[in-house]
């Protein structure tokens, strides 16, 4: 249903309506804002390559066929979108990959990560999300946020099914060892 | 990687990832998107004249040039039957009778040349400056 009313909008922005793509915009620009927000720290950076990925949508809006859906073709062109502008800002990510983690580990993690407040759980998470590389927490946030099957996400970021299987894997172990960290000097810090 | 074993860290970062919200970018960023799509759409508006219409206006003076030139030889003087009789000799006398002095034809096929290149690096120039300004 959600995807024939977005067909419907689409067609009426190519037929010259152009105001129907802020119905658009107002849907996913929290989604593309975080996305980009993810991986540049200032926000009036991340604001204007949000606004990028919207202006190149709207440019390429003939070429989407409707095969996919068109939340999966923003998310590309999100995604390809900042690989652009990383291309001049190379991050580093200062934690190592990749310990094993066992049960134990996550439940006490999940006890230290009790003790801080919501909000500080939120912030905690988010930096953590931020540390990953691009296609990780684009991986992350496609398959755990927006749930989107293993597939569409391949599609989406032009990779292996087996190729995105093990980035999750690799991503899940390292946003754990981040956010463990990051919540023991936290939890010290309040304490 | 073994796909038969559940990683305890799956419902692990499910529930992590759900306690975060998404972000909001300002308040006007739709607003900010849309003046910049109606700029676009605005810059990309298709020219008055398009390269069909002007295809069509070029063959339309070519043809009433060429009418015009037999029409003010001949109808003026012997009216349309004989037009209709004799245009193609006409035409074919016309082509024989331009004679033009080498000089003069390679002055004109230079001008010429140097017109078009003129024209359209002139209107490359001036669209790139146009698209920059705006």
Same mark, same amino acid.
């Given at each position: ?12 922005? %190519? ?10 915009? =107002? ?16 926000? /009036?950076?991340? /604001? ?14 003939? &070429? ?18 900042? *690989? ?6 190379k991050r580093q990510t200062s ?13 006490? &993690? ?14 905690? +998470?988010?930096?953590?999300? =931020? ?16 749930? !989107?099957?293993?597939?569409?996400? =391949? ?23 981040? #956010? ?12 | *990687? ?6 305890? !860290?799956?419902?692990?970062?499910? &529930?992590? +990832? ?15 998107? *849309?003046? $910049?799509?109606?700029? #676009?759409?605005? $810059?990309?508006?298709?020219? %008055? ?5 002007? #295809? ?7 043809? +009433?040039?060429?009418?015009?030139? %037999? #029409? ?19 035409? !074919? &006398? ?32 001036h669209s790139k400056k146009w698209?920059?300004?705006?």
């Amino acid at each position: 249903m959600e995807r024939e009313i977005e067909k419907i909008y689409i067609r009426r922005i %190519l037929e010259g309506d152009i105001e129907v793509f802020s119905l658009l915009v =107002s849907k996913y620009q929290n989604l593309v804002f975080t996305i980009c927000s993810r991986v540049f720290d200032n926000k /009036e950076e991340a /604001e204007d390559i949000a606004q990028e990925s919207f202006i190149k949508c709207y440019q390429s809006l003939k &070429q989407f066929k409707g095969e996919s859906k068109f939340s999966s073709w923003l998310y590309t062109i999100t995604y390809n979108t900042c *690989m652009n502008h990383l291309k001049y800002k190379k991050r580093q990510t200062s934690v190592e990959d990749i310990a094993n983690v066992a049960d134990q580990d996550i439940i006490e &993690q999940d006890h230290i990560f009790a003790k801080l407040e919501q909000k500080e759980q939120t912030n905690l +998470i988010q930096q953590a999300l =931020s540390k990953l590389e691009l296609d990780e927490q684009m991986i992350i946030q496609l398959y755990y946020y927006e749930e !989107l099957p293993i597939k569409e996400i =391949s599609n989406i970021l032009s990779l292996k099914i087996e190729n995105i299987k093990i980035k999750l894997f690799r991503s899940r172990k390292k946003l754990f060892n981040i #956010l463990s960290l990051h919540s023991q000097c936290s939890t010290l810090i309040y304490e | *990687m073994n796909n038969n074993i559940p990683d305890p !860290l799956d419902s692990w970062t499910r &529930q992590t +990832i759900k306690k975060v919200t998404l972000e909001k970018p300002s308040a006007d960023f739709n607003q900010k998107v *849309m003046s $910049k799509v109606l700029n #676009l759409s605005t $810059k990309s508006n298709k020219p %008055l004249i398009s390269n069909t219409l002007w #295809l069509i206006f070029s063959a339309t003076l070519a043809i +009433i040039i060429y009418l015009g030139t %037999l #029409l003010k030889t001949t109808d003026l003087f012997f009216g349309a039957n004989f037009t209709n009789k004799y245009i193609s000799r006409w035409a !074919l &006398q016309l082509l024989n009778d331009w004679n033009l002095s080498s000089t003069l034809t390679s002055i004109v096929v230079s001008i010429g040349i140097i017109l078009i290149v003129q024209i359209i690096y002139l209107k490359q120039w001036h669209s790139k400056k146009w698209n920059t300004l705006t």
